[in-house]
C-alpha cells in the first residue's frame, strides 16, 4: 500500500538519472544501448525520528521491507542485465531515496539519412506501470543541464557516439478524469563520430573516382582508356563489398551516402560507355551517315560552345587531286583545239572522232569528280562525327569536375561542423 495517510492524496516521485555510457546503436533493429544510474525520490508518511536523539539522518534498509514505485521506462526492450541494488536510503523526514544501474535497451526511431553526420534523438519516458496519475505523479528531481554536465563528467564509455545534451518535459495529457499515467520524458541526443567513415569510406570513394577523372587525359582512341576504366570499375565494386560492414543496414529510409556511392559507381559506368562510343566514332565514322541536323544543332552549336569547342565554319579548301583533274581538263580541251587545226582544212571524219574523244573524256572527267566531291563530304561527315565525339567527352569531363569539387566541399563542410 502506498505511505500516505490518506490514500486520495498522491505521492510525489522525483526522477532523474546520470548517463555513463553509450554502448551502441543497432541501426537494423532501431535500438540504442546505454548504461544509466537511476534515481527515485519520494516520501514515505509513516516514518521518522529525532536525528538527534537516534544518532543518524539517514540509514539503509533492504528494499524489501518498504513500499518501491513501479517505475519503468516505456521504450525498454529487454531485461535489465545490471548488478540489482538491495539496499534503499530512508532519511529522518521519511524521504526515502532509491538509486541503482539499469543497462537500457531502448526503442528509437533512428534517422540515418546524413549518415555518418547523423544525429540521433532517443527518449527514455518514466511512468508508473500500474498506479494513475491521481496516485503517483513524476516529477524531474534535477536540471537538465546539469544532468548533461554531470554525464559528460562521468562517462568513460561513449565508442563512435558522443553526448551532445539531456533534456526532460513533462508528457502532456489532456484527460481530466486522471485515468491515465503521469508521464515524464528524458530526451538524448547522440552524435555518430565521423572520422572513421570519413577516411575509410568517403575520401578513398572520392579518390577512385578522381584517378578516374584523370583517365580522361588519356587519348580516346587508345584501347589503354577503356580497360584503364574497366580495372577501375572492378576496384570500386570490390571497395563497396568490402566496405559493406560499415554501411547502415535499415529498411526505413535510404542513406545519402549511399545514394553517393551510386553516383560514383553510375559516373564511372557512363565515363566506359563514353569511351565506348568515342572509339566507335573514331573508328567507324567514314562509314556512317551525315549528321542529322538536330544532333548538329544541339550538340555541335549549343553543346560545343558550352564546352568551349565550338563548330568549324571554315569553307573547305580544294584538295590537290581536284586541282590535278581541273588543270588535266583544260589542257586536254587546248590539245583537242589545237589538234582541230585552222577552220577548214580539216575533214568532217576527223572532226567526228575527236568530238567523240572529247565527249568520252568528259564523262570520264565528270565521274572522277562526282566521286571527289563524295569522299569530300563523306570527309566533312566523318570529321562532324568526331567532333560529336569530342564534344561528348568535353562534357561527361566537365561533369566529373563538377561532381568531385561539390563532393569534396560538401564532405570538409559537414566533417567541420
Known amino acids: 500500500i502506498r505511505p500516505v495517510e490518506n490514500q486520495l492524496t498522491y505521492t510525489n516521485i522525483s526522477v532523474y538519472f546520470t548517463l555513463y555510457g553509450i554502448l551502441g546503436v543497432d541501426e537494423k533493429s532501431q535500438l540504442l544501448i546505454t548504461y544509466i544510474w537511476t534515481f527515485y525520490w519520494w516520501k514515505n508518511e509513516f516514518i521518522s525520528w529525532d536525528p538527534v536523539q537516534c544518532g543518524t539522518n539517514n540509514i539503509s534498509l533492504p528494499k524489501e521491507k518498504f513500499w518501491l514505485p513501479d517505475i519503468v521506462i516505456n521504450e525498454f526492450m529487454e531485461e535489465n542485465k545490471a548488478p540489482s541494488v538491495p539496499y534503499v536510503y530512508l532519511f529522518n523526514d521519511g524521504t526515502m531515496r ?31 506501470y500500474i498506479y494513475y496519475a491521481t496516485e503517483i505523479r513524476v516529477f524531474l528531481g534535477r536540471d537538465p543541464k546539469t544532468i548533461t554536465e554531470l554525464s559528460k563528467k562521468v562517462m568513460t564509455t561513449m565508442g563512435e ?85 560499415l554501411l547502415p543496414i535499415t529498411g526505413n529510409i535510404i542513406p545519402l551516402i549511399n545514394v553517393f556511392f551510386s553516383l560514383c559507381l553510375a559516373l564511372m559506368v557512363a565515363s566506359l560507355l563514353e569511351t565506348i562510343l568515342i572509339t566507335n566514332l573514331l573508328s567507324n565514322s567514314p562509314d556512317f551517315s551525315p ?50 587545226g585552222p577552220p577548214g582544212t580539216g575533214g568532217s571524219a576527223e572532226e567526228d572522232e575527236a568530238l567523240t574523244e572529247l565527249k568520252s573524256l568528259s564523262r570520264v572527267l565528270q565521274a572522277v569528280r562526282c566521286e571527289v566531291e563524295q569522299q569530300q563530304k563523306g570527309q566533312q561527315s566523318s570529321e562532324e562525327w568526331i567532333q560529336v565525339g569530342f564534344i561528348i567527352d568535353r562534357l561527361l569531363f566537365g561533369l566529373y569536375i563538377v561532381f568531385i569539387s561539390v563532393s569534396f566541399i560538401t564532405i570538409i563542410i559537414v566533417w567541420i561542423n
Do not use: H
Open 291 to 340: 549528321v542529322p541536323r538536330w544532333i548538329r544543332i544541339l550538340v555541335l552549336n549549343f553543346l560545343g560552345c558550352l564546352v568551349c569547342m565550338p563548330r568549324k565554319t571554315e569553307k573547305p579548301k580544294k584538295s590537290g587531286m581536284q586541282g590535278k583533274i581541273e588543270r588535266r581538263k583544260m589542257s586536254a580541251v587546248a590539245e583537242m583545239k589545237s589538234d582541230e
Open 98 to 128: 532509491n538509486s541503482f544501474p539499469v543497462r537500457v535497451v531502448s526503442s528509437c526511431n533512428l534517422n540515418i539519412y546524413t549518415f555518418p553526420f547523423d544525429i540521433q534523438n532517443c527518449s527514455l519516458t518514466f511512468n508508473s
Open 161 to 245: 557516439w558522443e553526448l551532445m545534451d539531456i533534456t526532460a518535459k513533462k508528457v502532456p495529457n489532456d484527460d481530466e478524469s486522471g485515468l491515465y499515467t503521469d508521464m515524464l520524458a528524458f530526451y538524448i541526443r547522440v552524435r555518430r563520430r565521423a572520422t572513421m567513415y570519413v577516411v575509410n569510406l568517403l575520401l578513398p570513394s572520392c579518390f577512385l573516382i578522381t584517378v578516374d577523372l584523370f583517365s580522361f587525359l588519356l587519348p580516346p582512341q587508345s584501347v589503354d582508356r577503356s580497360s584503364f576504366k574497366m580495372t577501375l570499375i572492378l576496384g570500386y565494386t570490390v571497395f563497396l563489398l568490402i566496405m559493406n560492414d
